[in-house]
């Protein structure tokens, strides 16, 4: 009796043998393209294929009870590897058959015209792309909807938007998607966050602030934008995953090396490019709600992976290790 239950089970081992050799070929393939180091290899073994199987279920429940995909949050303050990590899952998971939408906030900007109109009309400091305030949300939610009711015979559009021009994709060049989608995997840095108190919002944290946002005009705008559309998009999260790097100065490192490598990719003269001043000032504009991210988003996020100076996955809470 015990070696026919054995023999029952030998399929199913011998399947998630195939899947497991797959994914680990997968994954190289993948670490081979994006020219990653070799550490992030043995760092997605460790912490990230885990996830698979745990995202496949959350599908397949979420599909049974309400007929919808899953929506994944994925939250990391600029150069952490979201946008990475948002890639190998969905390269892994299409391998796995399921129908996967990448989409990252990022993508959902407004046009530089609609942000000059801001800057204009609300305050100077909305002319840059990047806080809440600067995004356009009912695209977003559109997308959002049309994704989770879509069929085989619908083809949905997602939004791109080109960050070395600075401005939204042509929308000839958007990618489509069939449905029905099996998973959303929404990627941004401040995908899940809640807005902050009025009192937090009165001393500025930067000289951006302090001299240009002098009555706090700005910030007050992007945290009502951050606690609007946002709060609704954010509360249809079935899972988030937080990145979360080890403090804000490591952040302006790592921002300039996804500079470096969207000046390799593009034209030398292409306008959307910063040099290291202009970088700086740059990120000044994220530094509030990042700081904010960092002290008060572990405690909401679903998995929490720290990560050290080096860029390496240090521990996750809470854990998928057996």
């Not at 050799?21 to 550490?39: C, G, I, K, R, Y």
């Not at 959303?184 to 401040?190: A, K, N």
């Amino acid at each position: 009796m015990e070696s026919a239950q054995c023999s029952h089970l030998l399929p199913q081992i011998q399947t998630q043998q195939n899947f497991d050799s797959m994914h680990d070929q997968l994954l190289n393939h993948f670490v081979a393209e994006q020219a990653l180091p070799e550490t992030y290899a043995g760092d997605a073994r460790q912490w990230f294929l885990p996830l698979l199987g745990e995202l496949k279920e959350k599908c397949r429940q979420k599909r049974a009870r309400y007929n919808e995909p899953l929506l994944l949050g994925i939250n990391g303050a600029q150069g952490t590897g979201k946008s990475t990590l948002a890639a190998l899952l969905c390269k892994l998971l299409r391998a796995d058959d399921l129908i996967v939408a990448e989409l990252s906030i990022d993508d959902f900007y407004l046009s530089k015209a609609k942000r000059q109109e801001l800057a204009q009309e609300v305050h100077p400091l909305f002319a840059s792309r990047g806080v809440p305030g600067t995004h356009d949300t009912a695209l977003l939610k559109e997308t959002l909807a049309a994704l989770r009711k879509a069929t085989k015979s619908d083809q949905i559009s997602l939004p791109r938007f080109d960050k070395a021009q600075d401005d939204c994709c042509p929308e000839s060049l958007w990618p489509t998607l069939r449905g029905p989608v099996d998973i959303i995997i929404l990627e941004g840095w401040f995908i899940g966050l809640q807005p902050q108190s009025a009192e937090l919002l009165q001393a500025p944290v930067n000289a951006l602030e302090s001299e240009e946002d002098p009555d706090s005009r700005w910030r007050v705008r992007v945290n009502d934008a951050l606690g609007g559309d946002f709060q609704d998009v954010f509360a249809g999260l079935d899972d988030l995953i937080m990145l979360r790097a080890p403090s804000f100065d490591q952040v302006y490192e790592w921002r300039q090396v996804q500079e470096d490598k969207l000046r390799q990719r593009s034209a030398g003269n292409a306008p959307g490019l910063m040099d290291s001043n202009e970088l700086r000032r740059f990120i000044q504009h994220f530094e509030r709600l990042t700081r904010h991210c960092l002290a008060t988003l572990p405690v909401r996020a679903d998995r929490v992976y720290e990560l050290d100076p080096l860029h390496r996955v240090v521990s996750c809470h809470p854990s998928l290790q057996a």
